[in-house]
């Protein structure tokens, strides 16, 4: 079956650590995204990628960092500079970004909480 | 900027409509509308371009008006399995360059 796998599902950090979520497709899509869900927020873009080795921030990227050495991954790095980084995170991706009119499959997110 | 949606919340009975609204501040390629249960991740619902096609799974509706800055979801004859919070994602005149910006949601609860 294809789709898209986030992991883990929850993560507990201390503060000032960086931690890594998990990212990986296997439905041959060229656009990946990252967002961040909080309670009363909606879904705020994180970064984006259009195709491998390539990708840009979105509107809330500061803190983070993300990479996409292969079409299927896109993992993202919470660092310690990101200030209030508990949150759910949920990683898409897309058969294409430019002139996109085709829909985006979510994975099932990643819950993490900073203690 | 994130489009607008309203009402935040509503609450409904089984079999009864609703309409969900998405404004935008400005012009829009198209707006994708997402549902998501608690905890789950959001499920595709329906895509509106700039020219009214429409392309979805189920059977809800959707407007874009002329104006091509808003968008209204409809759900008809309301299920339980409707409840939810439902997104819009609008993506600007200049087609998906900086993907998908959601609005913060509308919470509807279907009652039996």
């Known amino acids: 079956d294809g789709g898209i796998t986030q992991s883990p599902k929850y993560l507990f950090r201390k503060e000032g650590q960086n931690v890594t979520l998990s990212c990986e497709q296997n439905l041959n899509h060229d656009a990946m995204y990252w967002y961040r869900q909080d309670p009363g927020q909606g879904l705020r873009l994180i970064y984006y990628s259009q195709i491998v080795n390539d990708f840009q921030k979105g509107d809330i990227a500061e803190g983070y960092s993300v990479s996409r050495e292969k079409k299927e991954s896109f993992p993202l790095t919470v660092t310690s500079a990101q200030k209030n980084p508990t949150a759910f995170y949920l990683c898409?991706?897309?058969?294409?970004?430019?002139?996109?009119?085709?829909?985006?499959?979510f994975g099932q997110g990643t819950r993490l909480t900073v203690v | 900027q994130q489009p607008v949606q309203s009402p935040q919340a509503v609450i409904l009975r089984e079999g009864e409509d609703a309409v969900i609204n998405c404004s935008s501040s400005?012009?829009?390629?198209?707006v994708h509308w997402y549902r998501q249960k608690h905890g789950e991740a959001p499920v595709f619902l329906m895509i509106?371009?700039?020219?009214?096609e429409q392309k979805g799974h189920e059977k809800i509706s959707a407007s874009i008006k002329k104006k091509k800055q808003q968008s209204s979801l409809y759900l008809t004859a309301s299920q339980l399995s409707y409840s939810g919070t439902y997104f819009c994602?609008?993506?600007?005149?200049?087609?998906?360059?900086?993907?998908?910006?959601f609005g913060k949601g509308t919470h509807l609860i279907i009652q039996p």
């Open positions: 400005k012009a829009l390629y198209s």
């Open positions: 994602g609008t993506e600007g005149a200049g087609g998906g360059a900086d993907g998908l910006t």
């Open positions: 509106l371009l700039k020219g009214g």
């Open positions: 898409a991706s897309s058969i294409n970004l430019l002139g996109l009119n085709t829909e985006a499959f």
